[in-house]
């Protein structure tokens, strides 16, 4: 599985775009990009998950160059519950995909 | 509705006797997971069932072993808590297969307390 480095920690405002940036620079050619979210004592959540160029839902986007060896998660206009953190994984969708996780970056709103 | 269910959220065991944490899904997925998360710390993953296939990761000690009676149930088993294995236990669900979408759902987690 290929492995991941993401900022340690991040601060913004309420209000302000967020962008964190993963790089994967062994990603394989069937490793799909996801992101997770984790509040304190709660499980990881899912956020948003993609292959190649940009993917957006309702929560975030997420931006991926043609290399494939980064991946940025926008966060418009983050609020104070969006204090989390924040997991990059790279890893196959096809059978047997095991969810191993990354150091992660740990993001605080400040009002 | 809680899709992903461990019980119970928080669990006090004495050093040495051993305990079972339980974990059940409604999703049907056939892949299930433990992880085993201290404080400040990424989720690190101990095993998972492919269907009722077991998958040890090479670095998860003996002390820890896993059940899967069917697709809904799975339960984890510390033969002999260790103070340093406290943390927060978490289960989790995936379907596998083709394409895209194959994310994992996560249970609210057991923490685990070792007196």
């Known amino acids: 599985l290929a492995k991941t480095t993401q900022p340690i920690s991040m601060d913004s405002y309420e209000g302000q775009e967020v962008n964190i940036t993963c790089s994967h620079n062994?990603?394989?050619?069937?490793?799909?990009i996801t992101w997770y979210q984790q509040f304190p004592s709660q499980g990881p959540r899912f956020i948003i998950q993609?292959?190649?160029t940009k993917v957006t839902n309702e929560v975030a986007s997420l931006f991926i160059p043609a290399d494939r060896k980064s991946s940025t998660l926008s966060l418009p206009r983050v609020s104070l519950s969006d204090t989390a953190v924040y997991y990059c994984?790279?890893?196959?969708?096809?059978?047997?995909?095991?969810?191993?996780f990354g150091a992660g970056t740990r993001l605080f709103v400040k009002a | 509705d809680a899709m992903v269910i461990q019980n119970p959220r928080y669990q006090v065991t004495q050093f040495g006797k051993p305990v079972t944490l339980s974990c059940s899904q409604t999703?049907?997925?056939?892949?299930m997971y433990w992880y085993q998360q201290k404080s400040s710390q990424a989720p690190k993953l101990l095993f998972h069932?492919?269907?009722?296939?077991?998958?040890n990761e090479a670095d998860t000690p003996d002390n820890f072993q896993s059940r899967r009676p069917n697709t809904s149930f799975c339960f984890l088993d510390i033969r002999s808590p260790g103070l340093g294995d406290a943390a927060m236990y978490l289960c989790?669900?995936?379907?596998?297969?083709?394409?895209?979408?194959?994310?994992?759902?996560f249970g609210q987690g057991t923490r685990l307390t070792v007196v």
């Open positions: 989790a669900t995936s379907r596998t297969g083709t394409g895209a979408n194959t994310e994992a759902f």
């Open positions: 062994n990603i394989a050619t069937n490793d799909y």
């Open positions: 993609g292959y190649k």
């Open positions: 994984l790279v890893g196959p969708n096809t059978g047997g995909f095991k969810t191993i």
């Open positions: 999703l049907n997925h056939n892949v």
């Open positions: 069932y492919y269907d009722k296939d077991f998958n």
